[in-house]
T-cell receptor
Framework: NAGVTQTPKFQVLKTGQSMTLQCAQD?????MSWYRQDPGMGLRLIHY???????DQGEVPNGYNVSRSTTEDFPLRLLSAAPSQTSVYFC???????????FGSGTRLTVV | AQKITQTQPGMFVQEKEAVTLDCTYD???????LFWYKQPSSGEMIFLIY??????QNATEGRYSLNFQKARKSANLVISASQLGDSAMYFC????????????????FGKGTLLTVNP
């Protein structure tokens, strides 16, 4: 089925560990983005990409790295996890970024 | 300053009645887009409706309509004939162009309104 696939759905990390949240889409969308959702804060943009090889920072980029080597994939890396990164993470894609955003089902991350 | 403001943390409505969820925005970009998303307790983000800044008519999608008042910078969501399944968190979002002349779009969300539909 076409859409945005995020893996894993749930993850528990210890402080200081690293991990990569995966995001893949099969709709040939140029624009991909990562958000985190915290209670009472809505969704906040972490990083986004307007095409393969092009990434840029959003509102809350600190502690996260991204790369975009292919159109399909946009992984989010946590280099040294902190409890403040406990959140639900959403990946979204859009053909151009102007409209038509499709969201993944989210990854619930807990850092202990 | 917040780009998107949703002033109602929670709203209650009786089944079959209409409800309006408020959203105001702040931008100097002449070309922007406004979105509403629904997030049920299962967590997925469901697109409801879109309004472009140059659209002359208010957007409608089934029971959802967007009351777009450009001069007041408001984009309220109206849900008619509420159903129990409408109970969810609702987010207003705005798409701007981050860099003029480019395609660096940025989608910014409000903090959301939790709607509860009572039987």
């Amino acid at each position: 089925n076409a859409g945005v696939t995020q893996t894993p759905k749930f993850q528990v990390l210890k402080t200081g560990q690293s991990m990569t949240l995966q995001c893949a889409q099969d709709m040939n969308h140029e624009y991909m983005s990562w958000y985190r959702q915290d209670p009472g804060m809505g969704l906040r943009l972490i990083h986004y990409s307007v095409g393969a090889g092009i990434t840029d920072q959003g509102e809350v980029p600190n502690g996260y790295n991204v790369s975009r080597s292919t159109t399909e994939d946009f992984p989010l890396r946590l280099l040294s996890a902190a409890p403040s990164q406990t959140s639900v993470y959403f990946c979204a894609s859009s053909r151009t970024g102007a409209y038509g955003y499709t969201f993944g089902s989210g990854t619930r991350l807990t850092v202990v | 300053a917040q780009k998107i403001t949703q002033t109602q943390p929670g709203m209650f409505v009786q089944e079959k009645e209409a409800v309006t969820l408020d959203c105001t925005y702040d931008t100097s970009d002449p070309s922007y887009g406004l979105f509403w998303y629904k997030q049920p307790s299962s967590g997925e983000m469901i697109f409801l409706i879109y309004q472009g800044s140059y659209d002359q008519q208010n957007a409608t999608e089934g029971r959802y309509s967007l009351n777009f008042q450009k001069a007041r910078k408001s984009a309220n969501l109206v849900i008619s004939a509420s159903q129990l399944g409408d109970s969810a968190m609702y987010f207003c979002a705005m798409r701007e162009v981050k860099n003029s002349g480019g395609s660096n779009y940025k989608l910014t969300f409000g903090k959301g309104t939790l709607l509860t539909v009572n039987p």
